[in-house]
């Protein structure tokens, strides 16, 4: 009975999975084997000369960047949508390759480190993380698979999240949803920080981390944050103002290129497009 059905559905299956066959026979962007990265408390990244386009001919999203992250350092990147701000994230994860500079690791190419060894010694946060349809206690150990329930926890008061999931019915085993569809916005956001702060690795790099919080929430999750990378390398991806007046370095991008950077203070004072996004958000506000 359903053969006549089958061969009218026949051709459209094989079109799809020729498509999917294409598409898994596509040699990845990055090559997914490299020297390992050697686990270290304390790393060192240096961005010289950054450029880096999407497609050959095509505009350049990175344009001769210059940073660097030493041990303990907090940076932030601050800059409109489109600024290339998360394509630096992305770059130093080695989810792209660059086209001309350098990025060095403790000294070593990145080009040439493991790309998955890479990303072990980086807690992660990527602008719009992905939940999924398990308990929060999985989606939390996504960071740390081995993690006890204390730790699960732990990382969950750090993010503000532990007084919620107690007075859920079943706690730390409530199920997410599909795509954390059974949180809110902010706490499917403090639930993939508490993913970030389960793992113990030496650099953070955190994209737009305060994005859906309320500012009374946002303050005491940048206080957290602060506190579990003391000591390590902070790299905050932001658009918003809070919290960084406590950097040690404030890079300002404009179209792929450093516009302007230095310390809170400096910036603010200032006619910098840093001290207009701070009075238009004081605007906002009042």
């Known amino acids: 009975l359903p053969l006549p059905s089958a061969?009218?559905?026949?051709?459209?299956?094989?079109?799809?999975?020729?498509?999917?066959?294409?598409?898994?026979?596509?040699?990845?962007?990055?090559?997914?084997r490299g020297v390992p990265v050697?686990?270290?408390?304390?790393?060192?990244?240096?961005?010289?000369?950054?450029?880096?386009?999407?497609?050959?001919?095509?505009?350049?999203?990175?344009?001769?960047?210059?940073?660097?992250?030493?041990?303990?350092k907090r940076v932030a990147i601050l800059g409109p949508s489109g600024s290339g701000k998360?394509?630096?994230?992305?770059?130093?994860?080695?989810?792209?390759?660059?086209?001309s500079g350098e990025i060095l690791w403790n000294g070593f190419d990145l080009r040439a480190l493991d790309p998955e060894s890479l990303r072990s010694q980086v807690c992660y946060l990527p602008q719009n993380p992905f939940l999924f349809n398990a308990s929060i206690a999985e989606n939390i150990r996504i960071g740390k698979p081995q993690a006890s329930l204390k730790e699960v926890q732990e990382a969950a008061r750090a993010a503000g999240l532990h007084e919620f999931?107690?007075?859920?019915?079943?706690?730390?085993?409530?199920?997410?949803?599909?795509?954390?569809?059974?949180?809110?916005?902010?706490?499917?956001?403090?639930?993939?920080?508490?993913?970030?702060?389960?793992?113990?690795?030496?650099?953070?790099?955190?994209?737009?981390?305060?994005?859906n919080l309320d500012p009374v929430t946002e303050q005491a999750i940048i206080q957290s944050v602060l506190a579990r990378s003391k000591g390590k390398s902070l790299i905050w991806i932001t658009h918003r103002l809070a919290g960084l007046e406590e950097m040690d370095e404030i890079v300002v991008l404009n179209k792929g290129r450093i516009e302007a950077r230095g310390t809170h203070a400096e910036l603010a004072a200032g006619k910098t497009r840093y001290a207009r996004i701070r009075q238009l958000q004081r605007d906002s506000l009042d």
Not at 8 to 31: F, I, M
Not at 197 to 207: K, N
């Open 165 to 211: 999931i107690q007075a859920l019915p079943l706690q730390y085993d409530t199920l997410a949803g599909e795509f954390g569809m059974q949180l809110s916005g902010g706490q499917r956001q403090r639930l993939a920080l508490a993913r970030v702060f389960i793992r113990d690795a030496p650099v953070y790099l955190l994209d737009e981390p305060t994005a």
């Open 7 to 32: 061969f009218q559905n026949l051709e459209g299956s094989l079109l799809a999975g020729s498509r999917l066959y294409a598409l898994a026979d596509t040699p990845p962007l990055v090559p997914d």
């Open 86 to 99: 998360s394509t630096i994230a992305n770059l130093l994860l080695r989810f792209w390759d660059f086209d």
């Open 38 to 72: 050697e686990a270290s408390p304390e790393t060192l990244i240096s961005i010289k000369k950054l450029t880096f386009a999407y497609r050959q001919e095509g505009p350049l999203v990175i344009s001769h960047l210059d940073l660097e992250l030493s041990p303990g």
